[in-house]
Nanobody, 119 residues
Framework: QVQLVESGGGLVQAGGSLRLSCVAS????????MGWYRQAPGKQRDLVAR???????NYVYSVVDRFTISRSKGWDTVSLQMNSLKPEDTAVYYC?????????????WGQGVQVTVSS
């Protein structure tokens, strides 16, 4: 399994940019997907963007053309560049890693970082 540590959250005005980073450690070769999820107050945690080991990328429709997910070749860092931020992007953002290690599937999460976009 892997351990995840996020950084880069903060407060920004609408239209601004932030870059989130997630540093992974542990069994990096076991990772199949890494991604970013977010959870706004009173709402469920939802997928924002995800990248597979093969390089396939998925975005939730509301962030297409504004957010970009990228990863290092060795899977040790996954970043989320967020541009043209809107107040509705305000949430706690969580890094996620999913994979299979020693025959067991896992779904690991970071501690989360707060992103607040003011209008």
């Amino acid at each position: 399994q892997v351990q995840l540590v996020e950084s880069g959250g903060g407060l920004v005005q609408a239209g601004g940019s932030l870059r989130l980073s997630c540093v992974a450690s542990g069994s990096l070769s076991s990772i199949n997907y890494m991604g970013w999820y977010r959870q706004a107050p009173g709402k469920q945690r939802d997928l924002v963007a995800r990248i597979s080991r093969e390089g396939t990328i998925n975005y939730v429709y509301s962030v297409v053309d504004r957010f970009t997910i990228s990863r290092s070749k060795g899977w040790d860092t996954v970043s989320l560049q967020m541009n043209s931020l809107k107040p509705e992007d305000t949430a706690v953002y969580y890094c996620n890693a999913a994979g299979q290690d020693a025959g067991n599937e896992y779904d690991n999460w970071g501690q989360g970082v707060q992103v607040t976009v003011s209008s």
